[in-house]
Antibody, heavy 123, light 110 residues
Framework: QEKLVESGGGVVQPGGSLRLSCAAS????????IHWVRQAPGRGLEWVAF????????DLADSVKGRFTISRDNVKDTVSLQMDSLRVEDTGTYYCVKSRFCSGSICPTFETWGQGTLVSVSS | QSALTQPASQSASPGQSLTLSCTGT?????????VSWFQQHPGEAPRLLIY???TRASGVSDRFSGSKSGNTASLTISELHIKDEADYYC??????????FGTGTAVSVL
């Protein structure tokens, strides 16, 4: 059974840093792209970041560019999201999501979701 | 990156059909083969229903169907069940290599 488990969330002050991790199991991790999607409390979904299966291509939403970094370890079957210079508006639940397939570098099928980890940025 | 536009809420009675809309632009829905729909119950992670505009995800009931016309995508839920009461989000690939979600529609089954 495919599974994604996020960890690393918590409470941090504005300007601080957090590192989220996503541990994958139940599928061949090295052949699938992974996304991060977040959801502010009571709000909608927002795409945050993407790492191609071999991590040679990554991308970030404009709202987090220059502050967040996505990386993956294909030996440990994990994806990380390093979040620096955190802002109040970064508060929310962060989901790790597996893409079912890619067409070239477009990986549009957000098939398997973790349960999320909560990030709270507050002074 | 502006979100796709969805009605805030819609409702219908059990057994009826409901069509949810998702309006974007020529940079996303209008030019993309990759429109998806997700269902989210309170306190749960989203669940993929439809991908590539009209393909049902594994295990999804055939009561759910997707389509697109111009810059607007639609999700139709037929024979509404009480358990279909949830939030529904659309999503599209955009021509700047990003992914944009809709604002979400809260569906009530009265």
């Amino acid at each position: 059974q495919e599974k994604l488990v996020e960890s690393g969330g918590g409470v941090v002050q504005p300007g601080g840093s957090l590192r989220l991790s996503c541990a994958a199991s139940g599928f061949t991790f090295t052949t699938f792209a992974i996304h991060w999607v977040r959801q502010a409390p009571g709000r909608g979904l927002e795409w945050v970041a993407f790492a191609f299966y071999d991590a040679k291509k990554t991308d970030l939403a404009d709202s987090v560019k220059g502050r967040f970094t996505i990386s993956r370890d294909n030996v440990k079957d994990t994806v990380s999201l390093q979040m620096d210079s955190l802002r109040v508006e970064d508060t929310g639940t962060y989901y790790c999501v597996k893409s079912r397939f890619c067409s070239g570098s477009i990986c549009p099928t957000f098939e398997t979701w973790g349960q999320g980890t909560l990030v709270s940025v507050s002074s | 990156q502006s979100a796709l536009t969805q009605p805030a809420s819609q409702s219908a009675s059990p057994g009826q059909s409901l069509t949810l809309s998702c309006t974007g632009t020529s940079r996303d829905i209008g030019s993309s083969r990759y429109v998806s729909w997700f269902q989210q119950h309170p306190g749960e992670a989203p669940r993929l229903l439809i991908y590539s505009t009209n393909t049902r995800a594994s295990g999804v009931s055939d009561r759910f169907s997707g389509s697109k016309s111009g810059n607007t995508a639609s999700l139709t839920i037929s024979e509404l069940h009480i358990k279909d009461e949830a939030d529904y989000y659309c999503m599209s690939y955009r021509d700047d290599a990003t992914y944009v979600f809709g604002t979400g529609t809260a569906v009530s089954v009265l």
